[in-house]
């Protein structure tokens, strides 16, 4: 059988992971993937829909991707949610409102196992809680949303996070995911200003934290995963500058992102 080196070490979670590892891990790790190939060659290969498909579906749903999390019910009818602190913190947020929550803590988690700089695994935990607000253009969202409380390091990982998971890199390993083919089409063309971003991106100087985030990203769905806010605790005092006003109160140039979060049912 013929292994695609590269291919491997990304199903593991890249080079670092495999560094981490024994001998002994490494070969388990190997056979397993070996055994998988052999149940793939013996199924049938996915049937992924193309743009026309998806595109035809649009009607056939009651919401939009562009939706924030906070706005719509997984089951039913929205809940009366829980008051916010009148000086609210990062904090709050995580435990009264922020989606993806689980995800995200599983890709900060999984940063900080291996070895990834305080920054990046601040730009993990926080490159999807935008989500909450607007699920369009996230990343861009996120990262204004973030900017005057980080480093540039971690706003420019959450902003181009979003046109990288496009594009693979296999030496950091990441591969195009599956699950995109599913959500956007196996002939999905990524529209210009996605491509113009990550070129640019592709050149800069922060490249590497944007391109982790997309590698910790796309390790982050576990449905059995057990994860803790604890290990990230220190790391947002460090790194993230809490205004003493609470979030939303601030007056900052994104202070209605947060208080559109505090605030959902609000009409005006």
Request: contains cysteine.
């Amino acid at each position: 059988m013929e292994i695609d080196r590269r291919l491997f070490i990304a199903s593991i979670g890249g080079a670092a992971a495999v560094a981490s590892m024994s001998h002994e891990a490494r070969a388990e790790a190997l056979e397993h993937y070996m055994s998988d190939l052999l149940e793939e060659e013996d199924d049938e290969k996915p049937k992924f829909p193309t743009v026309a498909q998806i595109e035809a579906e649009i009607e056939t749903r009651p919401f939009r991707r562009g939706t924030g999390g906070v706005f719509i019910a997984g089951r039913g009818n929205v809940k009366k949610l829980p008051a916010m602190p009148s000086k609210p913190a990062l904090m709050d947020f995580f435990n009264l409102r922020f989606s993806t929550v689980n995800h995200c803590l599983q890709s900060a988690t999984d940063a900080l196992k291996k070895g990834e700089d305080q920054e990046v695994v601040l730009a993990c935990l926080l490159h999807d809680v935008v989500q909450t607000l607007m699920k369009t253009d996230h990343g861009w969202w996120g990262a204004q949303m973030f900017e005057p409380y980080v480093s540039e390091k971690v706003t420019f990982a959450i902003r181009y996070h979003q046109a990288l998971r496009f594009y693979p890199d296999h030496q950091a390993g990441y591969e195009y995911p599956d699950l995109y083919k599913r959500m956007f089409g196996e002939d999905y063309t990524p529209p210009p200003h996605i491509e113009a971003a990550y070129k640019y991106a592709r050149n800069h100087k922060l490249y590497g934290a944007a391109r982790a985030v997309t590698v910790h990203d796309l390790y982050a769905f576990d449905p059995n995963a057990k994860v803790s806010m604890d290990p990230f605790v220190e790391i947002i005092g460090r790194h993230f500058k809490q205004p003493k006003e609470g979030l939303g109160n601030d007056n900052s140039a994104v202070a209605h992102f947060w208080r559109t979060m505090i605030t959902p049912d609000t009409p005006l």
